[in-house]
C-alpha cells in the first residue's frame, strides 16, 4: 500500500540553523504531496504542497521540492526560529482519492 | 470566521462508557473526516464521509461509529468496544470530494482520556 516515511525525531538546532526535515513515499499512482505543521496542543495547519513531479512549494521560509526520481519531499528552511519548533508531517493523497496518508511526524526542537 | 470546531478540547469518561465527540464546519466542505493520533504513531483514518449521509471505513474504524445527517456536522462516537480509546482525536474536512490539490482542513482537536 502507500505510505510515507519521515527520519525520527526530535531534531534539535539552534536558533538560525538550517533545517532539512526528509521524506520519501511509495505510492501506486501519481500521488500530491503536503506538509503539514502541528503546534503543541493544537490541530495541523497545511504549510505547503506540491501536485507534480519538480514543483516546488512554499511557504513563511519553508521549501520542499517534488522529486520523482527519488520519491522524496524533503522539508528545508535556512534559517530557523524558536518559534518554528513544532511537530512536521510529510503526506499524500493520490488523484482521485480523498484520504492522505501520513508519515508518523518529525518533532523539531528550536533553542535561542 | 469560517473553520472547524471541535469540542469540548479535553474530555474524561470512564471505561465502558460511550462519548461521543464534536465536529462542525462552516467552511461548506463537502467532505469530512476523523483522525486518531497517539505519542510517535502519526495520525490514522477512523472514518471519512464524502457527502450527507454516506460514509466509509478507514484504517481504524473498529470500536467507532459516526453519522452524516448534515453537511457541516460529522460527530463521532467512541464505543465501549474501543480497546485504548484514550487519544488525540482530530477532525477534518475538504472542499470537494477529493482529488489530487485538496488539501484538508483540520480542527483544533479533542483530548480524550479513558480511565
Known amino acids: ?17 538550517f533545517l532539512t526535515i526528509n521524506c520519501t513515499y511509495t505510492a501506486t499512482g501519481y500521488p500530491s504531496l503536503f506538509w503539514y505543521v502541528q503546534y503543541p496542543g493544537e490541530g495541523l495547519q497545511l504549510l505547503l504542497k506540491a501536485t507534480k513531479a519538480d514543483d516546488k512549494g512554499s511557504n513563511k521560509g519553508f521549501e520542499a521540492t517534488y522529486r520523482k526520481e527519488t520519491t522524496s519531499f524533503h522539508l528545508e528552511k535556512g534559517s530557523v526560529q524558536v518559534s ?7 503526506a499524500l493523497t493520490l488523484s482521485g482519492y480523498s ?3 501520513f508519515g508518523k511526524g518529525t518533532m523539531l526542537l528550536v533553542s535561542p | 470566521d469560517g473553520g472547524i470546531t471541535q ?3 479535553y474530555l474524561f469518561r470512564k471505561e465502558g462508557q460511550n462519548v461521543t465527540l464534536s465536529c ?6 463537502d467532505a469530512m473526516y476523523w483522525y486518531r493520533q497517539d505519542p510517535g504513531q502519526g495520525l490514522r483514518l477512523i472514518y471519512y464521509s464524502q457527502i450527507v449521509n454516506d460514509f466509509q471505513k478507514g484504517d481504524i474504524a473498529e470500536g467507532y461509529s459516526v453519522s452524516r445527517e448534515k453537511k457541516e ?16 482525536y482530530l477532525c477534518a474536512s475538504t472542499p470537494g470530494r ?11 482537536g479533542t483530548r480524550l482520556t479513558v480511565t
Open chain 1, 1 to 17: 500500500g502507500d505510505s510515507v516515511t519521515q527520519m525520527e525525531g526530535p531534531v534539535t538546532l539552534s536558533e538560525e540553523a
Open chain 1, 84 to 90: 518554528d519548533s513544532a511537530v512536521y508531517f510529510c
Open chain 1, 99 to 101: 484520504t492522505l496518508t
Open chain 2, 7 to 9: 469540542s469540548p478540547k
Open chain 2, 24 to 29: 462542525e464546519q462552516n467552511l461548506n466542505h
Open chain 2, 73 to 88: 456536522s460529522f460527530p463521532l462516537t467512541v464505543t465501549s468496544a474501543q480497546k485504548n480509546p484514550t487519544a488525540f
Open chain 2, 98 to 108: 477529493g482529488g489530487s490539490s485538496y488539501e484538508q482542513y483540520f480542527g483544533p
